[in-house]
């Protein structure tokens, strides 16, 4: 990280992540990033940048650019206007511990106008990509026992949602 002059306002030197995400928003990502911190732990919305000057797609004064973590990873919210979508090629894995864990998630995208897709992934309102993914999956479809692993895969590819009592009922045969 490399540390800036002192923000004005507060004395503190401000830590800029070498590396950054950069998604990109029709014109809501200050809605997208208090979502985000009010559903993934280790999440917050950081300082919020406003347009210096009338651009294509707003006005001066209008939110331009969010800094948010998202479950501790660096993210910039650009409102860069419509046209671009965001693809699967991209997309959010969050390693669940349980079913709750995985329901609270999963409900919370699906829930606030998202969709959900197959084999625990689901789209956020935003066209964000989301994989849910107990661990339990995730170690029954890369067991060295390939019987297992076989089982496990064939009932994820079944499922939306991932039922990770399924998933424990396919590693044990």
């Given amino acids: 990280m490399h540390v800036a002059p002192s923000a004005a306002h507060s004395g503190e030197p ?29 999440s917050a919305v950081g300082t919020v940048h406003r347009a210096p000057s009338d651009y294509p797609s707003g006005k001066e004064g209008d939110v331009l650019t969010v800094e948010f973590t998202v479950m501790g990873i660096p993210c910039i919210g650009l409102n860069g206007g419509p046209g671009v979508e965001h693809t699967i090629a991209f997309s959010f894995q969050v390693a669940t511990d349980d079913q709750a864990e995985t329901d609270r998630l999963w409900n919370a995208i699906v829930d606030n106008d998202g969709q959900e897709s197959e084999c625990g992934w689901c789209k956020d309102k935003w066209g964000l990509s989301w994989q849910i993914t107990p661990r339990v999956l995730t170690e029954g479809y890369t067991s060295p026992d390939r019987a297992e692993a076989k089982r496990v895969f064939e009932t994820m590819m079944q499922m939306r949602k991932i039922d990770v009592a399924a998933i424990e009922a396919a590693r044990r045969g």
């Fill in 14 to 42: 401000i830590m800029i992540p070498k590396n950054t995400l950069c998604l990109w928003y029709d014109h809501d990502a200050l809605e997208a990033a208090e979502f985000y911190a009010r559903t993934f732990p280790d």
